[in-house]
């Protein structure tokens, strides 16, 4: 029988794992509440709350290694302080029982000095808000007695990204000659991650005992100003370069006054004003994986896109 993995949760992150697993020939148990995920006669999708210690034990049964990839419900701090901490928990004790490592992506939200470059060794100690969730996460899972491996990526994009500053933000309006809009500055070097170099990277960690307990950095290209991965996907689509504007930090801090999503957005809005840059050499070299060439991720996300229309 192949190995058996289990896979908490159907977004672009677990759907991505979860196929590629199943592409490797390995039997998949994703878990979500709903049962949805990808379509394989491999996987297996069950109906399962992972905040729910007592469910856990029988979906556990078996696994050689548990992606955890839930979010919380909203973008908000206090979501994910009350929801976040108990799953992991949860998910935490479940697959020390079983035997089985827990990994997790993991974003840059929880490192404390984000102006300079972000390396695999940096502080990681950032406080407030959803940055500070972040960091007591990473430290629950250093305390834990169950093994694990963290994951760091940048902002998303590629195939089943909605909702990231990569995403429908940017994507649809690049492909519908529409004026573009960003936040923050539009020429500011970010790091973007494609999603199926995290999910890669994820599985290789899994499957090698010797990268556990440690931090890794997701294969990340150069880092990219929001104007210029919105002309790499106007060139994979074929189409004209937008032009791109930019919603300035002071409007959207005002409008975070009135408006609780804007202030989750605009509490991370250092991330975009400023040179925001990872360094996944380290990562790459243990892992053996290095990120997939921009012009094949922007052509397979637009690609993605255009299925949906």
């Given at each position: 029988m192949p ?17 590629q697993?199943?592409?490797q020939?390995k039997?998949?148990?994703?878990l ?9 006669p ?8 992972v ?11 078996g696994?050689?290694?548990?992606f ?8 908000a ?5 009350k ?5 992991e ?24 000095q ?18 500070g ?6 430290k629950?899972?250093a ?6 491996v ?7 994009f590629g ?7 990569a995403?429908e ?11 573009l809009l960003?936040?923050?500055s539009?020429?500011q070097?970010h790091?973007?991650?494609y999603?199926?170099?995290?999910a ?7 499957q ?5 307990n440690?931090?890794?950095h997701a294969?990340t290209?150069p880092?990219?100003?929001q ?5 790499a ?19 959207l ?19 975009f ?14 892992l053996g994986?290095?990120?997939t060439?921009?012009?094949e ?8 896109w255009?299925?949906?229309?």
């Amino acid at each position: 029988m192949p190995e058996m993995y289990v896979v908490t949760g159907a977004g672009p992150v677990g759907w991505t794992v979860a196929e590629q697993l199943a592409g490797q020939g390995k039997r998949v148990r994703i878990l979500t509440r709903s049962g949805s995920g990808p379509e394989h006669p491999l996987i297996d999708r069950m109906s399962v709350d992972v905040s729910s210690p007592g469910l856990l034990g029988e979906a556990f049964d078996g696994a050689a290694a548990v992606f955890h990839c839930i979010h919380g419900s909203a973008y908000a701090a206090e979501a994910w302080r009350k929801e976040l901490p108990q799953a992991e928990e949860a998910v935490l004790a479940a697959a020390g029982k079983a035997g089985a490592v827990v990994v997790f992506p993991e974003s840059l939200y929880s490192y404390s000095q984000p102006d300079a470059v972000m390396a695999e060794g940096s502080p990681r100690e950032a406080q407030g808000g959803k940055r500070g969730v972040r960091t007591e996460l990473l430290k629950a899972r250093a305390a834990s007695p169950t093994n694990t491996v963290s994951v760091v990526a940048g902002d998303f994009f590629g195939p089943r990204v909605r909702t990231s500053h990569a995403g429908e933000r940017i994507v649809p309006a690049v492909l519908a000659g529409k004026r573009l809009l960003v936040i923050g500055s539009a020429d500011q070097p970010h790091s973007f991650t494609y999603i199926p170099d995290l999910a890669a990277a994820m599985i290789r960690a899994a499957q090698t005992p010797g990268l556990w307990n440690r931090v890794w950095h997701a294969p990340t290209g150069p880092a990219l100003t929001q104007r210029q991965l919105a002309f790499a996907f106007a060139e994979a689509g074929g189409v004209a370069a937008p032009k791109v504007g930019a919603i300035p930090g002071w409007l959207l801090r005002i409008i975070g006054v009135f408006a609780p999503g804007m202030r989750e957005v605009a509490e991370m809005l250092y991330q975009f004003e400023r040179p925001f840059v990872m360094d996944s050499r380290v990562s790459e070299a243990s892992l053996g994986l290095h990120p997939t060439p921009l012009p094949e991720a922007a052509a397979a996300t637009v690609d993605w896109w255009r299925a949906q229309d």
